[in-house]
């Protein structure tokens, strides 16, 4: 099995700066693509981030472009979420995934899924 631990996560004002970090243990070939997705309070879970194994190439939602950036550094084993300028629309927990192939922007794809770390954006 893969485990997918989130860390970063805290309240901060708008504007400001948080990033986010999954430690993955297990199988790298279980992680070939990663993701990050968000939910708030009474929506549905959503894609946020995407990242292929080698760093060859990043998806982002239209709400966290040019905002968020994704990166990896297999190595570590590890993938990140630096988020910049946070709205109050940020809020949500945010969830680390891993899987070794499809749709990345699907929930579907994934096999392993982190425990979620929250963000609170204030103002």
């Known amino acids: 099995q893969v485990q997918l631990a989130e860390s970063g996560g805290g309240l901060v004002q708008a504007g400001g700066s948080l990033r986010l970090s999954c430690a993955a243990s297990?199988?790298?070939?279980?992680?070939?693509?990663m993701g990050w997705f968000r939910q708030a309070p009474g929506k549905e879970r959503e894609f946020v981030a995407t990242?292929?194994?080698?760093?060859?190439?990043?998806d982002y939602s239209d709400p966290v472009k040019g905002r968020f950036a994704i990166s990896r550094d297999n190595a570590k084993n590890t993938v990140y979420l630096q988020m910049n300028s946070l709205k109050a629309e940020d809020t949500a927990v945010y969830y680390c995934?891993?899987?070794?192939?499809?749709?990345?922007?699907?929930?579907?794809?994934?096999?392993?899924w982190g425990q979620g770390t929250q963000v609170t954006v204030s103002s």
């Open positions: 995934a891993a899987g070794r192939a499809g749709a990345p922007w699907s929930t579907y794809t994934y096999d392993y």
């Open positions: 297990g199988r790298t070939s279980s992680t070939k693509t």
């Open positions: 990242i292929s194994w080698s760093s060859d190439w990043t």
